[in-house]
């Protein structure tokens, strides 16, 4: 009997079909293997989830119909530290996540970031001008393979970061064979995290007119969804708390690139601290005001009662420093800090934050809330 032949359309929607599946297994294999391995890592383990942490407890704020921006995670070694993101980004992402407990919302977090990370590698290929549709599912698989192990992907598996989707959207822009919806995911990605906002200054200096008015209206769009839904959130953040640099971490963070603050530090401070501590030895951090903050009755560590503050702060620094997948490696690659050198150094979050102290963590050697 004659086997009936396979139409080109259909034999490429299989190959479509078992590319992605693949990656999906892969991801979920990888999500599984970085937590195996970094759970069990004294150094790594006190950082796992230190991301997902804060956003899963601003998806539980957002349920119980407090407001986001009173909202402070407190770790014994960074401080106080505050949801940073837009409330739209709560709303799709962190609401919906709070429902998992920690273990389970960081393996699906994970996941998804790897499956993110393999549609990286495949718009990557194509815009490299890879078109044999086998030759680039299996270098997207192996792509994702090699990429896991790189340093800055490994440090958002360890935090649970957000950049994975972000560089998603961007890349899916300049991918785009067609004019017409090119912008819209840059602008889509600033909206959930204002870094991406840089690219529209590139599509103006591009001259990408259509792409850069794409992107600024999709912005704009994300910001009147937040303000349609979240009214109070919206208003206080990009009202003021999107400019507060401070609340992206103390000016002793290696990432915190902002020349200036309100009170007058920021990285130039910093340099000149580097270079009278390589002189002197030693340093210590300005001082801040403080706002009272609500803290949340199940993210106090033990031995925490009652409200904390936090320093009045910001988000500046995510513009001026688009690092990007970097962001977390850089904080956590530097150089250590005794946690009693700045005692009135923070540090907020939507850059990094800190593992919820929930119930078993305390137990696993991980005492109060890990940093």
Known sequence: MTPTPVSPGRRGD????????????????????????YTRDDYWSRRWTVDLTVYLASGETVREGASLYDLVIISPLYGEMPYLYPPLTALLFFVPLSFLPV??????????SLVALGAVVWLSLGIAGVR???????????GLVLAACLLPVRIQLIAGQINMFLLLLVLLD???????????GIGIAAGLKITPLIFIVY????????????????????????FLV??????????GLVFHSSRAG????????SLARRDGAGAV??????????????????GDGRGALRVPPRFRPPGVLGDRGHRPAGLARELGAPLGLRDPAARLAGRPVPPDAFPAAGRGHGGTGDRLHRPGLHARGHPGVPA
Not at 103 to 112: D, H
Not at 132 to 142: A, G, H, K, P
Not at 230 to 239: E, I, S
């Open 132 to 142: 044999d549709d086998r030759t680039r599912s299996v270098l997207t698989v192996v």
């Open 269 to 286: 401070q910093r340099a000149v601290h580097e270079l009278v501590a390589a002189g002197h030895g030693g340093g210590r951090a300005v």
């Open 174 to 184: 300049f991918s785009r064979r067609s004019d017409r919806l090119r912008g819209v």
């Open 103 to 112: 273990g389970a919302a960081s393996l699906v977090w994970n996941s998804a």
């Open 250 to 257: 103390g000016v002793f963070d290696t990432p915190n690139q």
């Open 14 to 37: 299989r190959r479509t079909l078992l590319t992605w599946s693949a990656v999906v297994a892969v991801s979920v294999a990888l999500a599984l293997a970085a937590s195996w391995i």
């Open 203 to 226: 599509l103006l200096v591009t001259r990408r007119w259509a792409a850069a008015r794409n992107a600024l209206a999709a912005f704009l769009a994300t910001v009147a969804v937040g």
């Open 230 to 239: 979240l009214p109070g959130d919206a208003a206080r953040y990009w009202g």
